[in-house]
């Protein structure tokens, strides 16, 4: 499906457009397949790995951006100041590589880690494997050191035994209407939400949240030039006047909402989640700053020019999840790596 197709196919099932409808018999065979792979996880008949040390995943149940790169980053950061030794796992989505599983590092290239994993190596300092099979992935970091896991979009990677299961959900998106694939954007029906541990909704709602939702925010920290990494404070921007702006992610909206709140007048460059970027793509004619996500950042340093920046944002759980997260560490009792 090309970038533009599939960009307004996702659009129209969030809205629930309703060509869709002739798609609800595919939808029917998609839900009965998820049901069946489930069940063979659950009664044994497909193997589940479970790693000796606590594994958190976090997920999402529909297609596009939900914000759960950012609290992936922040749970790393979380679980080291509560004296952990985190690690990162992801499948690393549009990176392909001859050798898994692959540590990622600062050096990795972007096809061959995926855009993601190279941002969240760089933001969350933390080991990093990507590897298609996770449980060989969750091992390689468990020979790095690691005593807690984090798997990043891994609701759905079932090979994989975990402790807690955090779902993340678009505020202004919500789960579209309510259909799953190809008729609606979930990944699995909303029933799934029932066995979940926690679901975080990323912003002011528009729709009416699951009972015992906790709330998060994206919020911007800082600014950062894509060709060197040079990082500025927020205020004031290290550019003047209008700007580009351009997002390569599962909802651009979101982005250019952001760089608006902060005074900005956007000129708005949306492109395909996980775009594959060239120079051609930031070449607008004409001299004004370029803005972008961290992550199509990553994907941008070989070729942008100085007068480009990403803008950095932080994920901010509300207070009632993170000490709802800290009972429930305490009743998993990993040992910190430092009290070992």
């Not at 590589?97 to 933390?126: F, I, K, N």
């Not at 090979?159 to 959900?169: F, M, Q, S, T």
């Not at 678009?170 to 209407?177: I, K, P, Q, T």
Request: proline share 10%; with cysteine.
């Amino acid at each position: 499906m090309s970038d533009g197709l599939g960009e307004r196919w996702l659009a129209a099932a969030y809205r629930g457009a309703p060509w869709l409808a002739p798609l609800r018999p595919l939808e029917a065979l998609y839900r009965w397949v998820v049901r069946r792979r489930a069940a063979a996880y659950a009664e044994g008949k497909k193997p589940v790995w479970r790693a000796p040390v606590p594994v958190i995943v976090v997920g999402n149940l529909t297609l596009g951006g939900t914000g759960k790169s950012p609290l992936v980053a922040w749970l790393a950061e979380h679980l080291q100041a509560r004296g952990h030794a985190p690690g990162i796992l992801s499948r690393g989505y549009g990176g392909s590589s001859d050798d898994y599983p692959l540590r990622v590092s600062a050096e990795t290239p972007v096809a061959a880690c995926g855009d993601e994993p190279a941002m969240l190596a760089a933001q969350a300092g933390v080991p990093l494997v990507v590897d298609p099979d996770r449980p060989r992935g969750a091992r390689c970091l468990l020979e790095a050191g690691c005593d807690i896991l984090i798997s990043d979009d891994g609701l759905q990677h079932l090979a994989l035994g975990r402790d807690l299961e955090l779902v993340v959900v678009d505020g202004a998106r919500g789960f579209g209407n309510g259909r799953c694939l190809p008729a609606g954007p979930l990944r699995e029906p909303l029933a799934r939400l029932a066995s979940v541990d926690a679901v975080l909704i990323n912003g002011e709602p528009a729709f009416s949240p699951p009972e015992g939702a906790h709330r998060m925010t994206l919020e911007p920290s800082a600014w950062r030039r894509v060709a060197d990494g040079e990082a500025r404070p927020l205020s004031p921007p290290p550019f003047t006047g209008p700007v580009h702006g351009v997002a390569g992610i599962g909802n651009p909206g979101r982005f250019f909402a952001a760089l608006a709140r902060l005074g900005l007048a956007v000129t708005p460059h949306p492109y395909a989640d996980h775009h594959r970027f060239v120079a051609a793509d930031l070449d607008f004619g004409d001299d004004r700053p370029v803005v972008m996500t961290a992550k199509d950042a990553v994907k941008c340093r070989d070729f942008a020019s100085p007068a480009c920046w990403a803008l950095e944002v932080e994920a901010r759980p509300e207070t009632t999840f993170i000490e709802w997260l800290d009972g429930r560490l305490d009743t998993l009792n990993p040992v910190p790596t430092r009290e070992r």
